[in-house]
């Protein structure tokens, strides 16, 4: 697993959201540069969709998107993956394997990217994490429940 360096961490907040109010929808977009290991993390009530239609981001495909979801009275964060399916570089084992090596950083990334959202609602630490691997392979493409933000290793 890879640490997170937060100097190559580069958080957008768009106008659609407050930095430390917690309103939905708020939705995630990460993408990264191969060549200088930087991650780009767009906050925001949608998707980044610019940030990933860049002809590379469109045939890589290994942007990760995620948002915030109210069951009840408890909020669950949602991950969603692109593992296999359309035009898109790597096998879904391969693809499955390397999502799964750098979740960690993903979350990491996230609870650095909303820092004040945080401090202001401690309480969404609580939340369950719920990983969409999304794939045309069966085997690949289930939804599972990778504990509460609280239990990652920072």
Not at 6 to 27: G, T
Not at 89 to 108: K, M
């Amino acid at each position: 697993m890879v640490d997170l360096n937060p100097r190559k961490v580069h958080v957008v907040f768009n106008a659609s959201v407050d930095s430390k109010e917690l309103k939905l929808p708020r939705k995630y977009t990460l993408t990264h540069s191969d060549s200088t290991g930087d991650l780009f993390l767009t906050i925001s009530s949608d998707y980044d969709f610019n940030q990933i239609s860049h002809l590379y981001t469109r045939f890589m495909r290994d942007e990760v998107l995620a948002e915030w979801e109210k069951k009840n009275e408890h909020f669950e964060l949602h991950i969603y993956l692109h593992v296999s399916g359309g035009f898109v570089f790597g096998w879904a084992s391969l693809r499955d394997r390397i999502f799964r090596n750098h979740l960690p950083l993903v979350f990491q990334t996230i609870v650095y990217g909303e820092k004040k959202l945080f401090e202001n609602f401690p309480q969404l630490k609580d939340s369950q994490i719920y990983v969409h691997f999304k794939s045309k392979n069966k085997k690949y493409n289930k939804i599972e429940n990778f504990g509460q933000l609280k239990d990652i290793h920072y």
